[in-house]
């Protein structure tokens, strides 16, 4: 187990995200989430739009791969929505998933 004899240093990671380039897409990913929130209806005030419940909102074009919330969103099923070809960095090959590819 890491961090048992000291504190996780909380301050460090987020510092080596930004480095990474990782805090400018889950800021782009969070906008996305609250602009839904924000325009969708919410019955039963848990602060999530009712569109929204159990879903993922998925950018047209990949952040990682350069998209941006100007290029358009839209809510998806997880199962849909994270079901993408990664290669052994564990990073996205094809924005077509599998199930899509069945289709044409």
């Not at 009712?50 to 791969?65: M, Y």
């Not at 358009?72 to 599998?98: D, W």
Request: glycine share 8%; no cysteine.
């Amino acid at each position: 187990m890491p961090y048992v004899n000291k504190p996780r240093p909380y301050k460090k990671e987020y510092e080596q995200q930004k480095a990474r380039g990782e805090h400018e897409g889950r800021m782009e990913r969070q906008r996305a989430r609250r602009a839904v929130d924000k325009k969708g209806k919410d019955e039963n005030g848990n602060g999530k739009a009712d569109a929204r419940e159990g879903k993922d909102v998925a950018h047209k074009r990949a952040i990682s791969k350069g998209g941006s919330n100007k290029d358009g969103y839209t809510i998806t099923s997880p199962s849909k929505n994270r079901s993408f070809r990664r290669n052994s960095a564990k990073k996205l090959v094809s924005e077509t998933s599998k199930r899509e590819r069945k289709k044409t």
